[in-house]
């Protein structure tokens, strides 16, 4: 069987749901096409959450365009897509007088960037804007325009959007070859069913160079730049972003607060081979010195969960590609989307219509267009009366599942029922924060398998971790005729 759609992106990290958001407000049929089963499973999760204003890269890059691009429509995709996102500003410390010659070099690239209000400071404006900054710090460039958010947050309320303006969204289908028919367009074979497009968007991240391959472009070389990265559990008061002077590869290791209100360290940058995800000691151990050079009272017995992940780097160049391909008429890249990626998807997303439009492809506005997607309700956040009226609808709103973030049963049901719903643990996870905590879903696991199985009529050894393979439930130990909810369980 054979689906038609006038534009298929393949990739459903932040930038391929960036781009079906702007995408699908036109009169054009849309799928979105992802090899894993769920939206943001690559670099979109393993990632800092930090937008970063564009005065680090170097001016005239595509990252420098992208970047101060981004960070700016940041504000007007949160109020419409109904994301948190706190613009709170952020400080590169300088700790001698050779690190402020450093800082004005930033400080003039980021002007040319077009970043606003750049700021050399002293140490007393250092210790107003962030109190748990080192003191020894004696200048900083105060940039007021950055801030952060929860990047796969972002990806899904861009897909829910894309998807409610009447997007496709295609999960665990891995292209497995692409075929150039007589007619023209793409014919893409997935293990879902075949998808012939007529216009290819390869947002596919560190698949970007097998995509390219097989559309008929040259193959793009991606490398694996890998990052582990430490939260640790919620503070009284997130901290500002505070940053070291970058190296010529990386941001360094930064420590910033997040929108529910946890610290985060991000991020080592080791090339290591495609895939690993490991977290390693040296890494970690890395991450801790970086954050106490900047906080030095940070509670590092604090941390709640280490984790890593990979940044798509294309080589040979530490920049974006965002491009109409030369070799393959209809296929357009959005690669090497690595840091500053999430703070670039909206302006990638923009970007991409433009190419589209300067290829001849005519977009149609369609009149029943919604930019709007509502934040769904958060249990944790409402104002004691939206929480008594939201019980007084379901009780099981009043059935608390998630003890370290208050998450209720009807919240995670709203987040598997709401398109396209989590169909997975971990998809529960980035929906409503329900095992984001404390304990890292150590009480409330079982509990969400539960109201999973249920919810999708499936087993609950049919219910995954994260990604086809990963079982929790290999099937009950004892009284196997006991209703569910009676059943003892066993852990893969």
């Known amino acids: 069987m054979q689906a038609r759609y006038d534009i298929a992106i393949v990739g459903a990290g932040i930038t391929g749901c960036a781009i079906a958001r702007q995408l699908s407000r036109f009169d054009k049929t849309l799928c979105l096409i992802e ?65 402020l010659a450093a800082l004005e070099r930033l400080r003039v690239g980021g002007l040319a960037n077009g970043v606003p209000h750049l700021e050399i400071v002293g140490h007393e404006r250092i210790a107003e804007l962030e109190p748990r900054a080192n003191p020894d710090a004696v200048w900083a460039l105060w940039c007021p325009s950055t801030g952060y958010v929860d990047p796969f947050e972002v990806a899904i309320a861009a897909a829910e959007n894309a998807v409610a303006n009447g997007a496709t969204f295609m999960r665990g289908a891995p292209v497995k070859a692409i075929d150039r028919p007589d007619e023209g367009g793409f014919v893409l074979s997935t293990p879902k069913g075949d998808v012939h497009c007529s216009v290819l968007i390869n947002a596919a991240g560190s698949g970007a160079g097998e995509i390219s391959r097989m559309a008929g472009d040259r193959g793009l070389r991606m490398a694996w730049r890998q990052g582990n990265i430490a939260v640790l559990d919620k503070e009284p008061r997130a901290l500002m972003p505070l940053y070291p002077l970058p190296t010529a590869v990386s941001k360094g290791v930064i420590v910033t607060g997040t929108v529910h209100d946890n610290t985060v ?8 081979e495609q895939g690993d995800k490991d ?214």
Not at 35 to 52: P, Y
Not at 401 to 417: F, L, M, N, Q, Y
Request: overall charge negative; glycine content about 12%.
């Open 35 to 99: 090899a894993g089963d769920d939206i943001a499973l690559g670099a979109t999760k393993a990632n800092g959450g930090l937008v970063h204003a564009g005065y680090d890269p170097a001016p005239g890059t595509m990252k420098a365009k992208m970047n101060a691009r981004g960070c700016e429509l940041y504000g007007q995709w949160s109020e419409e897509l109904g994301f948190p996102f706190r613009r709170t500003g952020s400080l590169v410390l300088g700790f001698c007088d050779e690190d």
């Open 265 to 272: 360290i991000t991020a080592t940058a080791e090339m290591r």
């Open 279 to 492: 977290t390693y000691a040296g890494d970690v151990e890395a991450l801790l010195s970086g954050a106490r050079k900047l906080v030095p009272d940070l509670d590092t017995r604090r941390i709640v969960r280490t984790f890593a992940g990979g940044r798509a780097v294309l080589e040979d160049t530490n920049d974006f590609l965002i491009e109409a391909s030369g070799a393959a008429p209809g296929l357009f890249h959005a690669a090497g989307i690595q840091s500053p990626g999430v703070a670039s998807a909206p302006a990638v997303a923009e970007r991409m219509e433009r190419l589209l439009r300067e290829a001849g492809i005519d977009l149609v506005e369609r009149a029943d267009w919604n930019p709007i997607r509502r934040m769904p309700d958060d249990f944790d956040l409402a104002s004691l009366e939206r929480k008594e009226e939201l019980i007084e609808t379901d009780p099981a709103w009043g059935r608390v599942v998630c003890r370290c973030e208050t998450v209720p049963e009807a919240e995670i049901v709203a987040a598997i029922h709401r398109p396209p719903g989590a169909v997975s643990v971990e998809g529960v996870k980035r929906r409503c924060r329900a095992g984001m905590g404390r304990c890292q879903s150590g009480f409330c696991q079982s509990r969400v398998v539960e109201i999973l199985a249920r919810e999708l009529g499936v087993d609950p050894s049919d219910v995954m971790l994260e990604d086809v393979g990963s079982w929790i439930v290999d099937g009950p130990l004892k009284n196997p005729g006991a209703p569910a909810g009676a059943i003892i369980e066993e852990g893969r």
